[in-house]
């Protein structure tokens, strides 16, 4: 039998909800967000791996760091690959790999899908929670899982009256409207981005698209924007007209998504954010909302905050007990 520090856990999408609720994930995302703020967190921006110059249709990240508050190290790797539709697998796939930070002893390795989805609707909840003067009319660009995930995240913590829902995708709209029967808010499906932006308070694109999904004259004055895609999602104008700028990671919002082709331009530097969210959260900057500010702010996605729901999911599996797989890592 294998000394405790030994083994290794092998925890599936199915135990990390048994151990972990989506409430649980937006706590955790605010909490690791300030430690990084705070400068408890060490990570490295994400390293892209794209393998279709070898044949390979597909990409991943890999997004290491250093949790000092749990004492935790760490690694998610997620990346997208386009056979995965064939075989009735999402396009996204994601897992982590946590060891202990003082001898390298793998702890964990966990399921990382379901995290990876409810991190990334966490994101957006806590932005707007922070950055939002108002949150009665929302615009989901991308009627996807994790455009799904978004709402979901938002509806725990914010205020919403009305939700338009746009994707070129009719039975992507309604499936994605009929996920939140009986909650209250009015929903709208709609095909034409402008007149679903025009109304809103809160627009934010979660798409694979390289297109300018949102013009500047359709953000009114007090509305937040949120890019979460990996390319250009709204025109350059919506960015260099917005009276203030927000990121979760100021290296990263340089070099990934709707920013990266600004600051290859020279448009844009390090300089050029007004907010980075952990700064804020950790009270380092201030920021009221203002009726007369538009607001753009570009969330690329850290891997911490994984690694934090991971751990988060293997401390709780430890004290239960139960039947959570263990393998001897000597052995």
């Known amino acids: 039998m294998a000394n405790f520090e030994e083994r290794a856990l092998l925890i599936s999408n199915a135990d990390v909800q048994k151990y972990v609720t989506v409430e649980d994930v937006i706590e955790i995302v605010e909490k690791t967000w300030t430690w990084f703020g705070n400068d408890q967190i060490i990570m490295p921006p994400k390293i892209t791996t794209d393998m279709s110059s070898a044949g390979v249709d597909g990409w991943f990240n890999s997004m290491p760091n250093y949790i000092k508050p749990l004492d935790i190290a760490g690694i998610k790797v997620v990346g997208g690959y386009n056979g995965n539709k064939k075989k009735g697998m999402p396009y996204i796939k994601a897992n982590v790999l946590l060891t202990d930070p003082h001898s390298g002893m793998l702890k964990a390795l966990v399921a990382g899908d379901w995290i990876s989805d409810m991190r990334t609707g966490a994101q957006p909840a806590i932005m707007c929670k922070r950055l939002a003067y108002k949150t009665d009319t929302v615009t989901i660009i991308g009627a996807g899982l994790q455009g799904y995930t978004s709402l979901l995240c938002m509806t725990k913590l914010l205020d919403i009256k009305k939700v338009y829902v746009c994707d070129l995708s ?162």
């Open 170 to 331: 009719e039975q992507a709209r309604l499936n994605f409207i009929a996920k939140f029967d009986g909650t209250g808010i009015e929903f709208v499906s709609c095909i034409d981005n402008q007149s679903a932006c025009e109304d809103s308070d809160i627009i934010i694109t979660v798409t694979t698209a390289d297109a300018d999904l949102v013009k500047a004259s359709w953000v009114k004055e007090g509305a937040l924007v949120i890019t979460m895609g990996s390319f250009k999602e709204v025109e350059f104008d919506v960015v260099r007209q917005a009276d203030v700028i927000a990121v979760d990671h100021v290296a990263q919002a340089l070099h990934r998504g709707n920013l990266k082709p600004l600051a290859e331009l020279g448009e844009i530097d390090e300089h050029s954010f007004d907010i980075e969210i952990g700064l804020l959260l950790a009270g380092k900057q201030t920021y009221t909302p203002d009726p007369k500010k538009r607001v753009y702010a570009q969330i690329v996605g850290m891997g911490c905050p994984d690694v934090a729901v991971a751990e988060t999911a293997r401390l709780r599996a430890e004290k239960a007990k139960d039947n959570v797989k263990v393998f001897d890592v000597q052995g």
